[in-house]
């Protein structure tokens, strides 16, 4: 079973701080997302990565970088953190069967609290 | 924006009875899935459609895709109270390359 791991579920920071979000994955996934998670926003992209040292940005990338320096690794930074990025940080990689197909793996999410 | 739009947003029934719900989109799509999210945790793939697919099954899952009117539904049959949890559909983009993208979600509670 594909297994993706978040290094925290529960993370509580002041505003101003730098915060690492650290995501890992066992299955050898060239791709790795990571999303926040709102009330009745659903699910929305902030970056992506297709290979090492590689990124794209989603759709909500303002506040936030990202680094993939080993394939299993995608680590997600708050420079400086906000109230408004308080939510749930979710996680995912694949490893599409062709390029039409991209079904994600999901770790169990990181619920970020900004003070 | 979203791409696929869940419907409804939440929906309650008793154990046993059957569950659908509707997700609708606004571009042509390659594939469509539908993932499942337990309260508090990360969200589990359940079923891949593919556009020239119309039906698809998966135990107590029944997933239609109609892309003339581009919708899809998903019926869960016989519920359980562990059944309950949040479904979201996922589309990708059919041109400038593929990327996933999730409605906000049907909330199902399943009163045991």
């Known amino acids: 079973d594909v297994k993706v791991t978040q290094s925290s579920r529960y993370l509580v920071k002041r505003t101003g701080e730098k915060v690492f979000l650290e995501c890992v994955q066992d299955m050898d996934h060239e791709n790795m997302f990571w999303y926040r998670q709102d009330p009745g926003l659903g699910l929305r992209l902030i970056y992506f990565?297709?290979?090492?040292?590689?990124?794209e940005k989603g759709d909500i990338p303002e506040g936030y970088s990202v680094s993939r320096e080993k394939k299993e690794r995608f680590s997600l930074i708050l420079e400086s953190a906000s109230t408004n990025q308080t939510s749930m940080y979710l996680c995912?990689?694949?490893?599409?069967?062709?390029?039409?197909?991209?079904?994600?793996?999901f770790g169990p999410g990181t619920r970020l609290t900004v003070l | 924006s979203q791409q696929g739009e869940e419907d409804p947003q939440a929906l309650s029934i008793q154990e046993g009875e059957n569950a659908t719900m509707n997700c609708s989109y606004k571009?042509?799509?390659?594939?469509l899935q539908w993932y499942r999210q337990n309260s508090g945790r990360g969200l589990v793939h359940l079923i891949l459609?593919?556009?020239?697919?119309r039906e698809k099954h998966s135990g107590r899952l029944r997933v239609t895709l109609d892309t003339s009117k581009k919708s899809s539904s998903l019926l869960i049959t016989a519920s359980r109270a562990a059944d309950t949890a949040s479904y979201f559909c996922a589309t990708d983009r059919n041109t400038g390359g593929f990327k996933t993208i999730f409605g906000a979600g049907t909330r199902l509670f399943v009163k045991a």
């Open positions: 995912a990689s694949s490893s599409p069967e062709d390029y039409s197909t991209d079904t994600q793996y």
């Open positions: 571009t042509s799509i390659n594939n």
């Open positions: 990565s297709y290979d090492v040292k590689m990124k």
């Open positions: 459609i593919r556009s020239n697919e």
